[in-house]
Structures are given as structure tokens and as C-alpha cells.
């Protein structure tokens, strides 16, 4: 696993229009965050890209990378209750076995007022077609996200990037019911041409970096057919007020020195099982 992340950091360091595309949406991402107090925190972080861009933030994965702050289940978070302010998720969601227990989590965990930021894929008619001859990943927009449990899959690289298409979009309304606690801030569908001509982390890209305003204003002409091109979704939710007063993180966990195996360790405050991000 160690050495398809090395590969990744490669082409990150290669692909212009690729790091800028991501740049981009991770710098969107920390501007939709929520101001109340209370730590950031990114699931899932992979190759560490996204800690450059909030380096504030509490960079956390099911894998325990040395280059991350802690290692961390999504299914089982190891934080006080109501001592969160922001959770990042990028290209995450889609592979938690669980995504109703990943939200039980985030409810817990985040202070009233608090947010879950999430990037995403978006299946649409375009999407769809080249999601499925170029995309290593299923989708299958006939899943049910709400029924799946944390045994769901063994391998935290398994996913379906239909989910979140499904609990955002195409069955909105039954996840406002679910989780009434939730409120969806802000959707939006992005990504017609620019991120499938970049190539991704698995091709070369199709159009250098410096023609990337050109795609931008062809996106933004055809904005309005969003629903059918769409390769990736935003969505950010937040959590209604409450009277629970937060309690602080844990000082293990906010020092960006100290590398935390949180499967292992025996800390004061709740500690996670195996699982997956």
C-alpha cells in the first residue's frame, strides 16, 4: 500500500494540472470550514496533501503512515464528544464499509455548529461512462449506503463511488430524515472536462496545465448541465446547535510531533477498533 501512495506522490509531483486541480478544491474545502472552536480534522489522508493546505489540521488515516498525525478508524473515531469543529473527508466516503456509522461519528464528535466537508465523486450520465472503462473502483447506483454495516467489506480499499451520488442526491431527502441532527449546507456537482483530461493519479494528462482557464470557462458555460457531466460533488453538512458543551481534544493528539497509534495506545479518552477510513 506504502508504495502505491510513493507512486502517487510521484505523479502528484509530475501532473501540473492535477496538483492544480486539487489545490484548488482543497483550498475550497478550508473555506467552507466552520469558525467554532474546536480541532480540524482530515480522514483519510493518504499522501498528505491536503495538511498543506491546513497545516493546522489533524491529519489522520486507517493506514498509520509515519508522515500523518494519528492513525484513525472512521467507523469509530477516537474523540471526546463535541470536541471537533471540522471534518475533512476527500475521496474517502465511498470507501467506509459503514458511511451511516462514519455519520453517527461525525454527529458525535463535532461541536454544535460544526461541519463534515466532503469531496467526492458524482456519477452522471458522462461520469458513469468514463468512471467505467477507466476507474479501478466500482459504482453501483443501485446500492443502499444506509444498509451497509461496518463488516461490509474487509479491505479498507474496497469502495463504491456511487455512495455518495446516492446519500447526497438521489435519496437527499431520506438522509436529512436519518439524521435529522444534520443539515446539508452546500452541494454542488464540478468537474466536466477539466479533471478526467488531467488524468487522474492512473494516466498522463490529456492538456497541459496552462489551458486550464480555457476548460474553466467551458465548465462554467455548460454549468447548467451540472447533473449530466459532473465527475466529483461537494457537500458540506452541519451540525444543528445543541447545549452539549464541547470538551477539548486530547494534547496526545493535537501535537504535530507525536505519531499516535490509536489502535494500540491505551489513551484516556474513547480509543478505536480496527477498521477503515
Known amino acids: 500500500m506504502e ?32 469558525p467554532v472552536p474546536g480541532k480540524r480534522l ?25 508522515w500523518l498525525d494519528a492513525r484513525s478508524d472512521a467507523q ?8 471537533v469543529s471540522n471534518i475533512f473527508l476527500f475521496d ?33 450520465p458522462f461520469s458513469n461512462v468514463v468512471y467505467s472503462r477507466f476507474h479501478p473502483e466500482d459504482h453501483d447506483l443501485s446500492t443502499d449506503p444506509f444498509s ?10 474496497d469502495g463504491d ?22 443539515r446539508i449546507e452546500h452541494s454542488e ?10 488524468g487522474g493519479f492512473r494516466r498522463k494528462p490529456l492538456l497541459p496545465a496552462a489551458f486550464l482557464e480555457r476548460v474553466d470557462a467551458l465548465e462554467e458555460h455548460f454549468g447548467f448541465l451540472s447533473s449530466m457531466l459532473a465527475f ?5 453538512l452541519i451540525k444543528s446547535p445543541s447545549p452539549h458543551v464541547p470538551n477539548s481534544v486530547p494534547q496526545s493528539f493535537t501535537d504535530p510531533n507525536r505519531f499516535v497509534a490509536a489502535a494500540v495506545a491505551s489513551p484516556p479518552w474513547h480509543s478505536p477498533t480496527a477498521g477503515t477510513t
Open 3 to 34: 508504495s502505491d501512495l510513493t507512486a502517487h506522490r510521484g505523479v502528484w509531483n509530475q501532473n501540473d494540472l492535477l496538483r492544480t486541480l486539487y489545490g484548488r478544491w482543497y483550498r475550497k474545502m478550508v473555506d467552507l470550514a466552520s
Open 42 to 66: 482530515e480522514i483519510g489522508g493518504g499522501i498528505g496533501n491536503f495538511k498543506d493546505y491546513d497545516p493546522d489540521c489533524l491529519s489522520t488515516d486507517i493506514f498509520p503512515y509515519p
Open 76 to 83: 469509530e473515531l477516537p474523540f471526546r464528544d463535541a470536541s
Open 92 to 124: 474517502v466516503l465511498h470507501h467506509i464499509p459503514s458511511p451511516t456509522r462514519f455519520v453517527e461519528e461525525a454527529e458525535r464528535v463535532l461541536t454544535p455548529g460544526g461541519r463534515v466537508i466532503l469531496m467526492e465523486p458524482y456519477i452522471s
Open 148 to 157: 451497509l454495516s461496518d463488516e461490509s467489506s474487509a479491505d479498507p480499499l
Open 161 to 182: 463511488q456511487a455512495i455518495p451520488t446516492i446519500m447526497f442526491w438521489k435519496r437527499r431527502a431520506e438522509f436529512e430524515s436519518r439524521f435529522p441532527s444534520f
Open 189 to 198: 456537482r464540478l468537474a466536466y472536462l477539466a479533471y478526467p483530461l488531467s
Open 232 to 236: 466529483r460533488c461537494l457537500t458540506v
